[in-house]
């Protein structure tokens, strides 16, 4: 990796809205989405104004050399758990940039919640999610509610 690929990551802010609904209709991150479904804009808009206000979300922009290149967002969970979901546009992937935002976006999770665990549920076809989740320190767990098609890799503080 070069100096030109190093992964940033900051606060997502109002200003992010149009960027991050292009990234969420971009056929490769529908691709390898959980829901697989693209958004309309008003549906985005409130789903975004509504994520940068609860207390219960966190959503992080991964740069890369300075260019945005994608998402990382954690869930609280009620008890003792966030769930992390992340994506990368198609050009930063299969470098391990994606291992890189992971770490560093989970140090960050745990920094800010007092949960024990992170949990990714990871779509059983997206090999190459599971294996930067899993270079990133997250194991196969059994976890409830485990979404139909998917596995569950757990990260533990």
């Known amino acids: 990796m070069t100096a030109a690929e190093t992964v940033t990551l900051r ?46 979300r966190q959503l992080w922009i991964a740069s890369v050399g300075g260019a945005p290149a994608g998402l990382v967002r954690f869930d609280r969970e009620p008890a003792d758990a966030a769930v992390i979901s992340v994506y990368l546009v198609e050009r930063y992937c ?14 960050l999770a745990f920094a800010a919640w007092p949960v024990e665990k992170i949990v990714a549920f990871v779509r059983t076809d997206n090999d190459g999610a599971r294996r930067a989740f899993v270079r990133a320190g997250f194991a196969s767990e059994s976890v409830e509610n485990t979404p139909d098609a998917h596995a569950a890799l757990v990260l533990r503080r």
């Open 94 to 107: 299969g470098r391990g940039l994606g291992v890189i935002a992971i770490k560093e976006a989970s140090r």
């Open 11 to 56: 606060r997502a802010a109002a200003a992010d809205a149009d960027l991050v609904f292009a990234w969420r209709n971009d056929p490769f991150v529908l691709a390898r989405g959980s829901t697989q479904r693209s958004v309309g804009a008003e549906e985005h808009r409130a789903w975004f104004a509504a994520s940068l206000a609860s207390a219960a």
